[in-house]
């Protein structure tokens, strides 16, 4: 059974997020969203491009700093979300799967 979920920049191999399932890390909608305390945000900058989605709101992407240079759209925060998710407000969200950038795993 999974309970821990790492996120991982797939170039260095290092642990950019790490969490456990619903302790640090909310599952919602194919979304990994980790608690920021668990998150390496030294590696991460949040930008000032934004997605809006219908229902949970505005969010901020998050690019990948990497010794090549930046890997943009790797994650996103909302600050501002709609009633019904203040639960991942604050939270970095991670896609389900590997992708540019980065890699999942979960133990």
């Given at each position: 059974m999974t309970n821990?979920?790492?996120?991982?920049?797939?170039?260095?191999?290092?642990?950019?997020?790490?969490?456990v399932l619903d302790q640090d890390v909310i599952v919602l909608e194919g979304t990994y969203y980790f608690d920021p305390r668990c998150v390496r945000l030294d590696k991460l900058t949040r930008t000032a491009r934004t997605y809006t989605c219908p229902y949970k709101g505005v969010s901020f992407w998050i690019d990948l700093d990497t010794e090549d240079g930046r890997i943009e759209n790797?994650?996103?925060v909302y600050e501002d979300v709609k009633q019904?998710?203040?639960?991942?407000?604050?939270?970095?969200?991670?896609?389900?799967?590997t992708m540019r950038g980065i890699k999942v795993e979960t133990v």
């Open positions: 821990k979920v790492i996120i991982r920049d797939r170039q260095t191999d290092e642990i950019l997020a790490e969490g790797v994650a996103w019904g998710y203040e639960h991942i407000r604050g939270h970095i969200g991670f896609y389900m799967r």
